[in-house]
């Protein structure tokens, strides 16, 4: 167990529909990072977030929004669902201490299966 | 640009034989870190290891070993006696220095026969 928990496990949704993904970090680590993995384009970075605010933008669709809130859990929002949206999403933790950019190890929740319809 | 190559995509052995997966990195940094990650059946990426680009030590933990060589900017992980609970997708990845995105590789599923 990683210590970091994502909700919900799997999510069942239809094209066009609007999804929240939530994530906790382990206690302690302040920064909150959203993966996808799909059979095409492998396991590929999303954002992340840094005690609140976004510190890094990867090829993120501009239907997707995430942001992380003051109590640092993150939430990761998609919206007008495609069937290609359909992927397994990794949330990741790591402790990145002060505003130095930093390689500390990420640790990956259990993650979210999205199924859309 | 980063790039990691995983050019095994499928390996099955037999359950007691070693196997040795390979990875190939690309970064222009001087400082960069390497990664490997264990995804079983169950779907969870779980951290295995961690390397710093300074630190060119082989290292061993139980059954499992790693290789870094910076020469031929490889970074393979060998499984010891590999058992049944060793089958799994294993991934590579990279993070170079102040960028702190994981580029993983496209990885190499293993499967142990018993």
């Known amino acids: 167990d990683s210590g970091v928990t994502q909700t919900p496990k799997h999510l069942i949704t239809a094209t066009g529909q609007r999804v929240t993904l939530r994530c906790s970090p382990r206690s302690g680590d302040l920064s909150v990072y959203w993966y996808q993995q799909s059979l095409d384009q492998g396991l590929q970075f999303l954002i992340q977030?840094?005690?609140?605010?976004?510190?890094a933008k990867g090829n993120i669709l501009e239907r997707f929004s995430a942001q992380q809130f003051p109590d640092l859990h993150s939430e990761l929002n998609l919206s007008s669902l495609e069937l290609g949206d359909s992927a397994l999403y990794f949330c990741?933790?790591?402790?990145?201490?002060?505003?130095?950019?930093?390689?500390?190890?990420?640790?990956f929740g259990p993650g979210t299966r999205l199924t859309v319809l | 640009a980063q790039k990691v190559t995983q050019a095994q995509t499928e390996i099955s052995v037999v359950e007691k034989e070693d196997v040795t997966l390979d990875c190939v990195y690309e970064?222009?940094?001087?400082?960069?870190?390497l990664f490997w990650y264990k995804q079983p059946p169950s779907g969870e990426l779980v951290f295995l290891i961690r390397?710093?680009?300074?630190?060119?030590q082989n290292e061993i933990s139980g059954r499992y070993s790693w290789n870094f060589q910076k020469s031929t900017s490889s970074f393979n992980f060998t499984i010891t006696a590999s058992q049944v609970v060793d089958s799994a997708v294993y991934f590579c990845a990279l993070i170079d220095f102040g960028n702190e995105k994981l580029t993983f590789g496209t990885g190499t599923r293993l499967t142990i026969i018993p």
């Open positions: 390397r710093n680009s300074f630190d060119e």
């Open positions: 977030y840094y005690n609140g605010e976004e510190r």
């Open positions: 970064t222009r940094d001087t400082t960069y870190y």
């Open positions: 990741a933790s790591s402790v990145v201490a002060g505003e130095i950019r930093s390689t500390d190890t990420q640790y």
